[in-house]
């Protein structure tokens, strides 16, 4: 998987003070209104010109190329976690609105997550460090000579809103525990060499690294979302998986898709947001009810909300679900051999 801020990896790489010569967003005023009204900002006390340069950085990192079109934009901008974006970035500023919210509705799930990491309970120590570790670098605290204080880079300002904020959040913890064990390692290796002897021809092979366990159930959570999202997909309006099927598996443009279904290239775009934000309506409730037992099938129970953020942690990861295979193309007529006259 590509290493980058967003899933909680390499954050140094990429600096979230900087921004493009040319303002993605410059000519957008009436779309950055709308998101900005969407996603609550203004509820947390955070102004429009900060939440417009939360959006441009989400832009600018995924944008890298070139300038998007206006169509383009508009789907990438609609389809982030508007909320939870809104949220990273009234708590970057330091509102304490937002941060009082913050701590009340994710200490508990910060907590449970890592302790599915280190597979502990959420009550040990190990996984209460784990957690609250995590929230000095969101807040931003750097030590200095008269005891800790505020710096501008907070860890929230490397989110983007292209995952959710709870799985972006696991993927932190995930990754700190990965480098704490790789310090330690490190630690221990250095360590040995010092206690050696003074003749190299004396000195042991260093033993191989051993890489972290994967997780077990991987593969289960993986297979698991698969089949929930096949329902899910079943269940839609024939005309809803026509538009999926074009977008998705034909790669089509909002204007061809919409010449083909006859709507307007902003009522494609719409329809193609409400369509995605109910399919993970649909899988997050089908996963956390689980599904009793019929027809000879065993029961599925339900899952945690942490067990729902790893399966879909996963599905980005590991891209499981096929869309060329859930949207096949139709079949061709076979060609006539009869000759031309």
Same mark, same amino acid.
């Given at each position: 998987?590509k ?24 000519a957008h005023r009436?779309?950055?209104?709308? +998101?900005?009204?969407e996603?609550?900002?203004?509820? &947390?006390?955070l102004?429009?010109?900060? !939440?417009e340069s ?13 300038a998007?079109?206006?169509?383009k934009?508009?789907?990438? +901008?609609g %389809? ?8 990273a970035?009234?708590c970057?500023e330091?509102?304490?609105?937002? &941060? ?6 994710y200490?508990?799930?910060?907590? @449970?997550?890592?302790?599915?990491i #280190?597979?502990c309970? @959420?009550t040990? /120590?190990?996984?209460i460090d #784990?957690?609250?570790?995590? !929230?000095a670098d ?5 030590? %200095? $000579? ?5 710096? @501008?880079?907070?860890? !929230? ?8 904020? $709870?799985? &972006? #959040?696991?993927a =932190?913890?995930?990754?700190?525990h990965i480098?704490?064990?790789r ?11 010092d206690?050696?002897p ?7 092979p260093v033993?191989?690294?051993v890489?972290p ?16 999202f096949?329902?899910? +997909?079943?269940?839609?309006d024939p005309?809803?998986?026509e ?12 204007a061809?898709?919409?010449r ?5 290239? @902003?009522? =494609?775009?719409?329809?193609?947001d409400?369509?995605?934000?109910? #399919? ?6 089908s996963l ?17 909300e942490?067990?729902i953020?790893?399966? !879909? ?6 891209? /499981?679900?096929? +869309? ?12 006539s051999?009869?000759?031309?006259p």
């Open positions: 998987m290493q980058d801020p967003e899933n909680g990896k390499d954050a140094a790489r990429d600096s979230p003070l900087a921004s493009p010569t040319a303002p993605i967003l410059a009436e779309l950055i209104d709308r +998101l900005y009204l996603s609550g900002a203004s509820s &947390w006390g102004l429009r010109g900060r !939440f939360a959006l441009e950085r989400s832009s600018a990192k995924h944008f890298t190329s070139s998007p079109a206006s169509h934009l508009e789907e990438y +901008l %389809a982030l976690h508007l909320k939870d974006l809104a949220l970035s009234a970057a330091g509102l304490s609105q937002a &941060w009082d919210h913050f701590v009340h509705q200490r508990a799930y910060l907590r @449970s997550a890592a302790a599915a #280190l597979r309970p @959420s040990s /120590p190990a996984a #784990l957690a609250d570790s995590l !929230f969101l807040y931003g605290l750097s030590s %200095a $000579k008269d005891g800790a204080q505020r710096s @501008s880079l907070s860890l !929230f300002r490397y989110f983007h809103g292209r995952s959710s904020l $709870k799985t &972006w #959040l696991r =932190v913890l995930a990754q700190r480098d704490t064990i310090a330690n390692r490190r630690f221990t290796e250095l360590d040995d060499d206690r050696a003074e003749h190299a021809s004396q000195i042991h033993a191989p690294r890489e366990v994967p997780d077990p159930h991987r593969a289960h959570y993986l297979a698991l979302l698969s089949a929930v096949n329902r899910a +997909l079943a269940a839609l005309r809803d998986r538009r999926l099927r074009l977008y998705y598996a034909e790669q089509q443009t909002l061809e898709i919409g083909t279904l006859g709507q307007h290239e @902003s009522s =494609v775009s719409r329809n193609l409400r369509i995605r934000r109910d #399919l993970r309506i649909d899988v997050e409730a956390r009810n689980g599904r009793p037992a019929s027809n000879g099938i065993s029961p599925q129970p339900g899952l945690s942490e067990q953020a790893l399966c !879909f942690q996963y599905a980005s990861e590991d891209a /499981p679900i096929d +869309l060329y295979k859930l949207f096949p193309r139709p079949a061709q007529p076979p060609k051999t009869r000759q031309q």
